[in-house]
């Protein structure tokens, strides 16, 4: 699938997106997207973060031409999303999968295969192996009203990739899973990227994104507020220190506790935590002046859970802060204006 892409071409570019809806007459406008702008590279799986509200799904419906941006640009493999051949290098997975009742999985896997232009045989070929690989084939002549929310999800998956397109957008693919069938889409994810294929996600379940991709980006009210590798968002940052010691003589321990944020004792060993590096070393050094013996130090760093609340609490702090200091100006984005523009 790669062969036919673009070399030195990012699989997906936004500039200034921006969104505004108009609800109705007197009504507030809302501001779904605020300038967003990111690159996803070829080849990756890009985690699309945000609580719910915070414009992933405007963002997935604008690229694949379900609504017009007010503002702003995209391409796909240097495809301008106004142009309808960027849609034929797309698979689209909404976040709840809706099918027409009363066909098969087997059909409706061909019905999407052949709206995609797929001869027939390439499509009967790949829609069998797909309810296969998805574990669906004991249900493929079965009627669509009795799939479960997991079955729906796989089959929209599916359908998905059906014509093996370089990009996937996903939107909360995870979304009202068990545990089971959330490791089993996963691992679809994780396959897909090994073939070459570029997914890029959204979702608010933070251990999944965790686990499986190589970039996030993470949207507050329509705005992004952190962008970039996992490794390099999170870095090294020590949020405290847990240790553990043994053969700690009351003395000792009392001048470790001093410094702890926390300690007991669990009836074998000694345990302190610290709220930092420096900290730790001071106890280290207290617990061993005292004759005891260090039998463990753990220091947590800043996990995406943890750094996602943080920056989101930060730009909120941001937000409210400006705010303030333009309260003297009604926001454009807020201000009543004429249906169909940005106002003045």
Same mark, same amino acid.
């Given at each position: 699938?790669?062969?036919?892409?673009? #070399?030195?071409?990012?699989?997906?570019?936004?500039?200034?997106?921006?969104?505004? *809806?108009?609800?109705?007459?007197?009504?507030?406008?809302?501001?779904?997207? +605020?300038?967003?702008?990111?690159?996803?590279?070829?080849?990756?799986?890009?985690?699309?973060?945000?609580?719910?509200?915070?414009?992933?799904?405007?963002?997935?419906?604008?690229?694949?031409?379900?609504?017009? @941006?007010?503002?702003?640009?995209? !391409? %796909?493999?240097?495809? &301008?999303? =106004?142009?309808?051949?960027? /849609?034929?290098?797309?698979?689209?997975?909404?976040?709840?999968? *809706?099918?027409?009742?009363?066909?098969?999985?087997?059909?409706?896997?061909?019905? *999407?295969?052949?709206?995609?232009?797929?001869?027939?045989?390439?499509? /009967?070929?790949?829609?069998?192996?797909?309810?296969?690989?998805?574990?669906?084939? +004991?249900?493929?002549?079965?009627?669509? =009203?009795?799939?479960?929310?997991?079955?729906?999800? =796989?089959?929209?998956?599916? #359908?998905?990739?059906?014509?093996?397109?370089?990009?996937?957008?996903?939107?909360? @693919?995870?979304?009202?899973? &068990?545990?089971?069938?959330?490791?089993?889409?996963?691992?679809? %994810?994780?396959?897909? /990227?090994?073939?070459?294929?570029?997914?890029?996600?959204?979702? +608010? $379940?933070?251990?999944?994104?965790?686990?499986?991709?190589?970039?996030?980006?993470?949207?507050?009210?329509?705005?992004?507020?952190?962008?970039? /590798?996992?490794?390099?968002?999170?870095? #090294?940052?020590?949020?405290?220190?847990?240790?553990?010691?043994?053969?700690?003589?009351?003395?000792?321990?009392?001048?470790?506790?001093?410094?702890?944020?926390?300690? !007991?004792?669990?009836?074998?060993? *000694?345990?302190?935590?610290?709220?930092?590096?420096?900290?730790?070393?001071?106890?280290?050094?207290? $617990?061993?002046?005292?004759?005891?013996?260090?039998?463990?130090?753990?220091?947590?760093?800043?996990?995406?859970?943890?750094?996602?609340? =943080?920056?989101?609490?930060?730009?909120?702090?941001?937000?409210?802060?400006?705010?303030?200091?333009?309260?003297?100006?009604?926001?454009?984005?807020?201000?009543?204006?004429?249906?169909?523009?940005?106002?003045?």
């Amino acid at each position: 699938m790669a062969e036919t892409i673009t #070399q030195g071409v990012p699989a997906l570019r936004i500039e200034g997106l921006r969104m505004v *809806y108009h609800p109705g007459l007197f009504q507030r406008r809302k501001l779904a997207l +605020h300038g967003l702008d990111l690159e996803v590279p070829k080849g990756s799986i890009y985690g699309f973060l945000g609580q719910n509200g915070a414009g992933k799904t405007t963002t997935l419906k604008t690229l694949v031409g379900l609504q017009m @941006p007010t503002a702003g640009r995209a !391409w %796909i493999f240097g495809t &301008d999303i =106004r142009e309808s051949a960027s /849609r034929a290098k797309v698979g689209f997975m909404p976040e709840n999968p *809706y099918f027409y009742e009363y066909l098969t999985a087997r059909e409706t896997l061909d019905f *999407y295969g052949r709206l995609a232009g797929m001869p027939r045989a390439e499509r /009967r070929r790949r829609g069998e192996y797909l309810l296969e690989r998805f574990g669906l084939g +004991h249900a493929k002549d079965g009627s669509m =009203r009795d799939f479960s929310k997991g079955m729906r999800q =796989r089959l929209g998956l599916a #359908q998905a990739i059906l014509n093996q397109p370089p990009l996937v957008l996903l939107d909360e @693919p995870m979304s009202g899973l &068990d545990p089971l069938g959330r490791r089993d889409i996963r691992n679809e %994810i994780l396959a897909l /990227r090994d073939a070459g294929c570029t997914v890029f996600f959204s979702s +608010h $379940i933070l251990s999944d994104v965790a686990d499986i991709c190589d970039r996030v980006c993470i949207l507050h009210e329509g705005r992004k507020v952190a962008e970039g /590798r996992l490794p390099k968002l999170l870095g #090294q940052r020590v949020l405290e220190v847990q240790m553990s010691a043994s053969g700690v003589p009351k003395e000792g321990l009392h001048e470790a506790a001093k410094l702890a944020r926390r300690a !007991w004792h669990d009836g074998e060993l *000694y345990h302190l935590l610290l709220e930092s590096e420096d900290l730790a070393l001071k106890a280290k050094e207290a $617990i061993e002046r005292g004759g005891g013996t260090l039998r463990r130090l753990v220091p947590h760093h800043e996990s995406l859970e943890e750094y996602f609340i =943080r920056v989101t609490r930060e730009g909120d702090v941001a937000r409210l802060a400006g705010a303030e200091e333009g309260s003297a100006a009604p926001e454009a984005a807020s201000a009543p204006g004429p249906r169909g523009g940005l106002g003045a």
